[in-house]
Nanobody, 119 residues
Framework: QVQLVESGGGLVQAGGSLRLSCTAS????????MGWYRQAPGKQRELVAN???????TYADSVKGRFTISRDNAKNTVYLQMNSLKSEDTAVYYC?????????????WGQGTQVTVSS
């Protein structure tokens, strides 16, 4: 089994920054991609960003230019640098891991970390 442990959430004022981290541990045989989803109150869970092994990245339109995803393959860790935060970024952020293609739902999910942006 694989465990994903997130850290770095919290409360920040609009315009501020936060950095999320997520480390995968356990019986990891392969990792194709890691990334982040988020779910705001009353809304569906949505992809924020992901990064595959080769380094290619995907971002939601709403975060392009503000968020940056990066990955340390040696540490099985993914980061999400969030700048110029807005109130609409308030959500629970979930770390995810794909062992294979990103065209199917993630194989593993973290417990989630709350990000609250005050206006």
């Amino acid at each position: 089994q694989v465990q994903l442990v997130e850290s770095g959430g919290g409360l920040v004022q609009a315009g501020g920054s936060l950095r999320l981290s997520c480390t995968a541990s356990g019986r990891i045989f392969s990792i194709n991609a890691m990334g982040w989803y988020r779910q705001a109150p009353g809304k569906q869970r949505e992809l924020v960003a992901n990064i595959i092994s080769g380094g290619s990245t995907t971002y939601a339109d709403s975060v392009k230019g503000r968020f940056t995803i990066s990955r340390d393959n040696a540490k099985n860790t993914v980061y999400l640098q969030m700048n110029s935060l807005k109130s609409e970024d308030t959500a629970v952020y979930y770390c995810i891991l794909h062992t294979r293609t990103t065209r199917i739902p993630p194989d593993y999910w973290g417990q989630g970390t709350q990000v609250t942006v005050s206006s």
